[in-house]
Antibody, heavy 125, light 107 residues
Framework: EVQLVESGGGLVQPGGSLRLSCAASGFTFSDHYMDWVRQAPGKGLEWVGR??????????EYAASVKGRFTISRDDSKNSLYLQMNSLKTEDTAVYYCARVPAGYDFWSGYTDYWGQGTLVTVSS | VIWMTQSPSLLSASTGDRVTISCRMSQGISSYLAWYQQKPGKAPELLIYAASTLQSGVPSRFSGSGSGTDFTLTISCLQSEDFATYYCQQYYSFPPAFGQGTKVEIK
């Protein structure tokens, strides 16, 4: 059974930093690209970023709203995905989901087939 | 940038109804469209990809159609567990983007 479990959310002040983790199980993590997607309270879904796997040099792409502040990384030996968030703003307050791109899809044109339960990040003074 | 218009934003329906949700693109995306269902406090779940392919385990009352710019999600006979919010997502153009969502509520 595919499982994705996020952790690391919490309350942080504007300008602060936070690192989210996503533990994957039930599939061969290294075969898949992975996404982070967020959802502000009462709002819709916003794609945050995507990372390739080791075979494709772990390269990443980000939404314009987070580029330069957020960094996605992964450790395929630990089946884990990370999101380092720096210079946080109040508008970054959201539930953050990690999600899997099906194996074999092109990096530039893949959807997501499994999602974690999410972790809430609140940016407030 | 591809602009997406998902409609309606709110749909009131009764159990047993046939409901349709529309997702329209500002330019053609072939069949690079997915549909997700989200229940309150839960993560989104994939229903359909490639515009019309049902994800494994999804009930057959859900179906998707369309290509190019106009897409539709149809629930043929609404069940109580289907009251939720539905999102379309285009993955033809990077970055992938979601529609605004359609909340299906009990009439």
């Amino acid at each position: 059974e595919v499982q994705l479990v996020e952790s690391g959310g919490g309350l942080v002040q504007p300008g602060g930093s936070l690192r989210l983790s996503c533990a994957a199980s039930g599939f061969t993590f290294s075969d898949h690209y992975m996404d982070w997607v967020r959802q502000a309270p009462g709002k819709g879904l916003e794609w945050v970023g995507r990372t390739r796997n080791k075979a494709n040099s772990y390269t990443t792409e980000y939404a314009a709203s987070v580029k330069g502040r957020f960094t996605i990384s992964r450790d395929d030996s630990k089946n884990s995905l990370y999101l380092q968030m720096n210079s946080l703003k109040t508008e970054d307050t959201a539930v953050y989901y990690c999600a899997r791109v099906p194996a074999g899809y092109d990096f530039w044109s893949g959807y997501t087939d499994y999602w974690g339960q999410g972790t809430l990040v609140t940016v407030s003074s | 940038v591809i602009w997406m218009t998902q409609s309606p934003s709110l749909l009131s329906a009764s159990t047993g109804d046939r409901v349709t949700i529309s997702c329209r693109m500002s330019q053609g995306i072939s069949s690079y469209l997915a549909w997700y269902q989200q229940k309150p406090g839960k993560a989104p779940e994939l229903l359909i990809y490639a515009a019309s392919t049902l994800q494994s385990g999804v009930p057959s009352r859900f179906s998707g159609s369309g290509s190019g710019t106009d897409f539709t999600l149809t629930i043929s006979c609404l069940q109580s567990e289907d009251f939720a919010t539905y999102y379309c997502q285009q993955y033809y153009s990077f970055p992938p983007a979601f529609g605004q969502g359609t909340k299906v509520e009990i009439k």
